[in-house]
């Protein structure tokens, strides 16, 4: 079975659903039905939210399964979080916790992982940053 196209293949426009059909009973419902607010995603940005969620939105395991980097997972993640009609928030303590000076990459690693992990909370990953750059 395809996915209810979103867009006019002939003209590009914006794609009404006014008929439901019922195969077990032969049931037809007419009318203007509204996909709901993923109706707007493309199917690349679907098959995006659904990895998310089966990883249970751990970027780390994200960036394992389709070989992309932390900002470009984020900056899918803010195009889809703009798709459905929002608007991402400000960079929280773990994106600032990608950009802090002073460490080298893998100890900056092996504490994100740590926190990603649940090994360690948002508070002692910051410590342990702030503790490396002094």
């Not at 419902?29 to 607010?37: L, V, Y």
């Not at 900056?75 to 400000?90: F, T, V, W």
């Amino acid at each position: 079975m395809q996915p209810v196209p979103t867009q006019c293949p002939l003209c590009g426009g914006e794609i009404t659903v006014t008929r439901l059909h019922c195969r077990d009973c032969d049931s037809t419902i007419e009318g203007r039905f509204s996909g709901g607010p993923f109706s707007q995603l493309s199917p690349e940005q679907l098959k995006f939210v659904e990895i998310f969620v089966r990883l249970e939105g751990k970027i780390k395991h994200m960036e394992e399964e389709i070989g992309l980097s932390y900002p470009t997972i984020r900056n899918r993640l803010h195009d889809i979080i703009r798709a459905l009609g929002y608007q991402p928030g400000p960079a929280d303590d773990f994106d600032s916790l990608s950009t802090s000076g002073g460490l080298s990459d893998e100890e900056r690693q092996r504490i994100l992982e740590d926190l990603d992990k649940g090994l360690i909370g948002a508070e002692e990953a910051m410590r342990l940053l702030e503790m490396k750059e002094e």
